[in-house]
């Protein structure tokens, strides 16, 4: 047996968890050792079958979805083996030879009824799923002050509106919280498909209607419990991006995984 080595995986942490990493763990079996190249922080996703996880930080360029557009490097010198990067791959939503886990911890101490995701980045023009400051404190009003609350994301992308700041925390840390939580909530983003790998339900919104189905099929192979919400005509094909749920549509779905009155 030969070891594979695989990456950098540059492009979006969606499309890393759901066409990139399960890809690798299921060819992971036919080799002596998997070594990862990927972003520092990224390495938890790999820990189950990674021996080694070898950092690799872009150089000036913006990941780009799935496509993974950035710096091409070469195979880290050292290592010998199969070496394959995600230009080589194909990323269908529902390829069949993928493989996952379920993201848990140990640490039951981590845990929240209400996780929120307040998304606050603009790339590739879906800022207008971004909730304002007024939307968010209006939500998470209404979940009630019996309910822990929690915010996930990263330190740049995502805003802080109350409740325990977990941006920015390590990944292991945010999926022991995750995997303990109530509800997950936001717009469509990497943090929420993570939910999806940690079990957590989730009420997530788009305006792409396409996403409805990565949410509840494609991308969801733990079956976990998620309600979608699109618009019936996608702003992606109108042209309309001044969609957004309200407040009283994302509290309707929520309500169903809270304890509130």
């Not at 036919?30 to 790999?46: A, D, E, N, S, T």
């Not at 209404?142 to 509106?161: L, Q, V, W």
């Amino acid at each position: 047996m030969i070891d594979l080595i695989a990456g950098p995986w540059i492009g979006e942490f969606g499309w890393e968890l759901f066409g990139w990493q399960g890809v690798l763990r299921a060819m992971s079996p036919q080799y002596k050792r998997v070594i990862i190249i990927g972003r520092p922080g990224h390495q938890f996703i790999y820990r189950d079958f990674a021996h080694e996880y070898v950092e690799f930080v872009p150089e000036g360029n913006e990941p780009n979805m799935w496509m993974n557009e950035g710096t091409v490097v070469k195979k880290p010198e050292g290592y010998s083996g199969l070496y394959i990067q995600p230009q080589q791959m194909t990323f269908m939503p529902n390829a069949p030879q993928q493989a996952f886990i379920k993201y848990a911890g140990t640490d039951t101490s981590r845990t929240a009824d209400f996780v929120y995701h307040a998304r606050d980045l603009s790339k590739y023009g879906s800022g207008y799923m971004n909730w304002g400051e007024h939307r968010w404190r209006e939500l998470i009003e209404m979940c009630g002050d019996r309910n822990m609350i929690a915010c996930i994301g990263s330190k740049d992308g995502a805003a802080y509106y109350g409740g325990a700041d977990f941006r920015g925390a390590p990944l292991s840390n945010v999926c022991d919280l995750l995997s303990r939580a109530g509800v997950l909530v936001g717009p469509s983003s990497g943090p929420m498909h993570l939910g999806s790998l940690c079990g957590t339900p989730h009420v997530v919104w788009s305006g792409n209607i396409i996403n409805k189905a990565r949410y509840e099929d494609w991308w969801n192979p733990l079956k976990t419990e998620v309600r979608t919400i699109c618009p019936e005509d996608s702003p992606w094909t109108n042209d309309n991006k001044e969609w957004q749920p309200t407040p009283e549509e994302v509290f309707d779905r929520a309500k169903e995984f809270l304890c509130v009155a």
